[in-house]
C-alpha cells in the first residue's frame, strides 16, 4: 500500500454537519465517522491519510464552553506530532468562538487547524457539508515543499477559508454563513484552491504551547439609546467581575453623561478591565477621534480597535487565564498575538 503524502486527524465534536438521515424513520442521528470513507468515497481520492475522533456524546454547539475547548486543545497536543493537520467538526452557531479561542490556546501552532460545519446535515441530499468537510481535510493535509501551506486556526466554509479569530457567522440561513470583515480570506476553492499567502501566518520554528487556563468571570455591555443606570450599574459592579466588552457606537463612541462615566471610571479604578468594541460588522475602534470616545480613552478604557466580538470575548477569557498583572493583561489586549488584530 502507498504510502499518503500528509496525515489529518478529523475531530468530531457534534453540530448539524454530523447528523444523518435513518432510511427507515427518517430521523436525524449522529454520523458514524468509523465509517466515513464508504459514506463519503470521495475522500479515498484524497492523498491523505485520514484518522477520527468523536466525542461520545455530541455537542450541540449552543452547549460549547471553556472546558470543551480546553479538551480540544488537549486533543491536538496529544496528537500533535503524529498529524500534520486537524480539522474540528463543529455546530456553526459558536464556531468563531471556538475557533478565537483555539488560536490564543495554541501558542507557535505550526500546523493547520481547520474548522468547519455545515447548514444541512450531512445525511440530506441539499447538503453543504460534504464539500465543507472534503475541502477542509484537503487543505489541512495541503504541502508545499513537504511542509502544511497553513500554520493557523482556520474555519472553511462555503469555498472560503477564514483565519478563525477574524470571523462571525452573520446568515443563519444560506451555506455562505461567514464573514471575516476586517481581514481577507485565506483561501478561495474553485477549480483549484488558491491560497492568498500574503495573508497567512508565517510559520516559526518554536515548540508549541498549549495553554489551558480559562478565565470566564467577564460579562458584556452593549450600549444603546435611553441605556438604564441602575442596569449599567449592576453589570459593572457585579461579583468577582474581571473584565467587561463593551459594545460602543460606531468608532468607539459612547454617551458623555456623567454618571456613564463615573460608572466605567469606578469600576476600572476597582480593578475591573473593559475592552471597548465596535458595534459595527466592519471597521474598527478609534478612541479619540471623537469627543464622545475621547473620554473612555482618558479614564482608561481599552481601544478593541478591530477585533470581533467573538475574539474580543475569547482574547479576553486567555489572557486573563495566564495573567493576574493587570498592567501585563492591557499591554496584551492592545498587541497583536495571533493575527486578531490590525496594528
Not at 19 to 29: A, F, H, P, V
Not at 287 to 292: M, P
Request: glycine fraction near 6%; charged fraction near 20%; proline fraction near 3%.
Amino acid at each position: 500500500m502507498t504510502k499518503k503524502n500528509a496525515t489529518v486527524l478529523l475531530i468530531y465534536t457534534g453540530g448539524t454537519i454530523g447528523m444523518i438521515q435513518d432510511n427507515l424513520s427518517g430521523e436525524l442521528r449522529p454520523f458514524d465517522f468509523k465509517s466515513l470513507t464508504k459514506q463519503i468515497p470521495e475522500l479515498n481520492k484524497l492523498d491523505i491519510e485520514l484518522s477520527s475522533i468523536a466525542f461520545q456524546k455530541p455537542i450541540d454547539s449552543s452547549n460549547m464552553n471553556p472546558s470543551i475547548w480546553i479538551d480540544l486543545a488537549v486533543i491536538i497536543k496529544s496528537n500533535y506530532k503524529k498529524y500534520d493537520g486537524f480539522v474540528i467538526l463543529h455546530g456553526s452557531d459558536t464556531m468563531s468562538y471556538t475557533a478565537s479561542a483555539l488560536s490564543f490556546m495554541l501558542e507557535n501552532l505550526n500546523k493547520p487547524v481547520i474548522l468547519t460545519g455545515s447548514q444541512l446535515p450531512i445525511g440530506i441530499i441539499r447538503t453543504d457539508g460534504k464539500e465543507n468537510l472534503i475541502t477542509a481535510i484537503e487543505i489541512a493535509g495541503a504541502k508545499e515543499k513537504g511542509k502544511t501551506i497553513i500554520s493557523e486556526v482556520c474555519i472553511y466554509f462555503e469555498y472560503k477559508l477564514y483565519r478563525g479569530n477574524r470571523t462571525y457567522k452573520y446568515n443563519s440561513d444560506h451555506f455562505d454563513a461567514f464573514k471575516s470583515p476586517n481581514y481577507p480570506t485565506l483561501a478561495e476553492a474553485g477549480v483549484e484552491i488558491k491560497y492568498n499567502k500574503n495573508a497567512l501566518i508565517k510559520k516559526n520554528k518554536k515548540k508549541l504551547i498549549v495553554h489551558t487556563k480559562i478565565e470566564n468571570n467577564i460579562a458584556v455591555l452593549k450600549l444603546f439609546p435611553g441605556i438604564n443606570k441602575k442596569i449599567t450599574s449592576s453589570i459593572l459592579n457585579s461579583k468577582e467581575i474581571k473584565a467587561i466588552v463593551l459594545e460602543s457606537f460606531g468608532a468607539g463612541n459612547a454617551s458623555t453623561e456623567t454618571w456613564f462615566i463615573n460608572e466605567l471610571k469606578r469600576a476600572i479604578n476597582k480593578g475591573v478591565i473593559i475592552l471597548n468594541i465596535t458595534q459595527c460588522s466592519e471597521g474598527k475602534v478609534i478612541q479619540g477621534k471623537y469627543e464622545t470616545s475621547s473620554q473612555l480613552k482618558k479614564i482608561g478604557v481599552i481601544s478593541g480597535a478591530d477585533l470581533t466580538f467573538e475574539s474580543a470575548i475569547t482574547k479576553l477569557m486567555f489572557l486573563l487565564g495566564q495573567e493576574n498583572n493587570i498592567n501585563n493583561i492591557k499591554k496584551s489586549l492592545l498587541s497583536n498575538l495571533r493575527g486578531e488584530l490590525t496594528v
